[in-house]
């Protein structure tokens, strides 16, 4: 018989989240290592990238126009003197020695603005006659179109902290102050253990009562995505043996995860063997839906997921609870949930008493986004999870969203 470890904790979904991300916020990431720039997509900084000189180094034009002195457009139109013209990447020594009263440089966007002038007048503002002049049709204020030295970073501020995660914007930012290495946390190693004696891989022809091994695959995925290192570890039968074999060099991992056998049934014995290693339990249940049986704790010092069996509970599972532990593992400030309001496309009729986190399509177009549940046939739906880009989430106490409805979405 299964002998439950201990007095079962069950936590709302906030109380479950907030439980996580408080030991989150304790855990240290590993060594760093220098990866190329090119490879850096998805890291995590492990120090800070630093501005290494002003930006702007010059007062740089925002536009294609004439640079020139704001107050001699008080009144408009007025004609004015071209001394000369500055392209981008212009050298000091070829820019006009100073723009004075009455006169104008053509300049070109990303090019050093001359001494003198004050701001840029957009060329649509202009007309050129060809004899070195130019009626500008517009008046400007001071400083228009003209980047100040220095206004965007001064030199040795930090632009990124570490613990961000590199995304094209960060790669920008370290590309421009010189960075063609950068230093990354290593990727946590994330175990993957996948139990229950219907499951076989994926290379296997399953037998009339058994089903392929999805969610080491599908799991393994969502590490990668969140900045982890995948290890499938296989397949563990339902017996306390296979289970504790398998466990065990989970545990040289950053993580362990483990898939199904967290359930009330006869044969759910992942929390008995996880006890009898010295688990310490941190909850073995959230008022969710779906994904209720999702157990947290920690056992040997390293930290540890039951995520239950049902593909689709796996899969939401790991993004509400297991994502922000892994972040942090990665040396991330974990990132808070976001959810967008879309409106309801077809009504929802739920029961009350669970929080519910349903596979479902987003579609519309710019402002007016709409969301509708994915035809499913419960958790095990793995077909349908795959149609599905988003999650409908349902507070406990609602039972009937009619269409229309504004609604909170989780993106995938
Ligand atoms: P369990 O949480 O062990 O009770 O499993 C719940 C359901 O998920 C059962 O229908 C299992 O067959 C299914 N399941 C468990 N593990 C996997 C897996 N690795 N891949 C796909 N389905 C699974
Ligand atoms: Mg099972």
Same mark, same amino acid.
């Given at each position: 018989m299964a002998v439950l470890p201990q007095s079962q904790t069950i936590l709302s979904f906030e109380d479950a989240r907030r439980t996580v991300e408080e030991h989150a916020a304790r855990v240290r990431p590993g060594e760093t290592e220098d990866v190329d720039l090119r490879a850096s997509l998805g890291r995590v900084l492990a120090a800070p990238i630093v501005a290494d000189q002003d930006f702007p180094p010059f007062p740089r034009a925002m536009r294609d126009g004439y640079a020139l002195r704001a107050a001699d457009l008080t009144l408009v139109p007025a004609t004015l003197e071209v001394i000369g013209e500055i392209r981008a990447g212009a050298a000091p020594e070829e820019l006009p020695r100073e723009v004075r009263s009455g006169q104008a440089a053509a300049i070109m966007t990303g090019a050093p603005a001359p001494s003198g002038a004050d701001a840029v007048v957009m060329v649509e503002h202009t007309q050129s006659s060809g004899d070195?002049?130019?009626?500008?049709?517009?008046?400007?204020?001071?400083?228009?179109?003209?980047?100040?030295?220095?206004?965007?970073?001064?030199?040795?501020?930090?632009?990124?902290?570490?613990?961000?995660?590199?995304?094209?914007?960060?790669i920008a930012a370290a590309a421009s102050v010189g960075h063609s290495t950068i230093a990354v946390f290593r990727r946590p190693t994330v175990a993957i253990l996948a139990t229950g004696d219907e499951v076989v891989e994926v290379s296997a022809v399953p037998g009339p009562h058994q089903?392929?091994?999805?969610?080491?695959?599908?799991?393994?995925?969502?590490?990668?995505?969140?900045?982890?290192?995948?290890?499938?570890?296989?397949?563990?039968?339902?017996?306390?043996?296979?289970?504790?074999?398998?466990?065990?060099? &989970?545990?040289?991992?950053?993580?362990?995860?483990?898939?199904? &056998?967290?359930?009330?049934?006869?044969?759910?014995?992942?929390?008995?063997?996880?006890?009898?290693?010295?688990?310490?339990?941190?909850?073995s249940g959230a008022q969710i839906q779906p994904g209720r049986p999702i157990v947290f704790g920690r056992v040997q010092g390293k930290y540890f997921f039951g995520?239950?069996?049902?593909?689709?509970?796996?899969?939401?599972?790991?993004?509400?609870?297991?994502?922000?532990?892994?972040?942090?593992?990665?040396g991330m400030t974990p990132r808070k949930l976001v959810f967008l309001h879309a409106r309801l496309k077809s009504d929802i009729v739920t029961k009350t008493g669970l929080k519910r986190f349903l596979p479902a399509c987003l579609s519309g177009e710019f402002e007016n986004a709409e969301v509708e549940l994915a035809r499913w046939h419960g958790s095990g739906d793995v077909a349908s999870a795959a149609r599905a880009n988003c999650y409908i989430v349902i507070p406990p106490d609602w039972e009937r969203i009619p269409a229309g409805e504004w609604v909170a979405v989780m993106v995938r």
């Open positions: 070195n002049r130019v009626t500008v049709t517009r008046g400007v204020a001071s400083g228009d179109n003209i980047v100040p030295v220095a206004s965007e970073a001064r030199k040795g501020q930090v632009l990124l902290d570490p613990g961000t995660r590199i995304d094209y914007g960060a089903i392929r091994n999805s969610n080491s695959y599908s799991v393994a995925a969502q590490v990668q995505a969140a900045g982890g290192e995948p290890q499938i570890l296989g397949i563990a039968r339902d017996d306390v043996h296979s289970l504790s074999n398998l466990i065990q060099p &989970g545990l040289n991992s950053d993580l362990l995860l483990l898939t199904g &056998g967290v359930s009330m049934g006869k044969y759910d014995l992942v929390e008995q063997v996880l006890a009898g290693l010295g688990a310490e339990f941190l909850f995520l239950p069996g049902n593909p689709v509970s796996t899969m939401v599972t790991f993004e509400l609870f297991a994502r922000p532990m892994l972040e942090a593992l990665a």
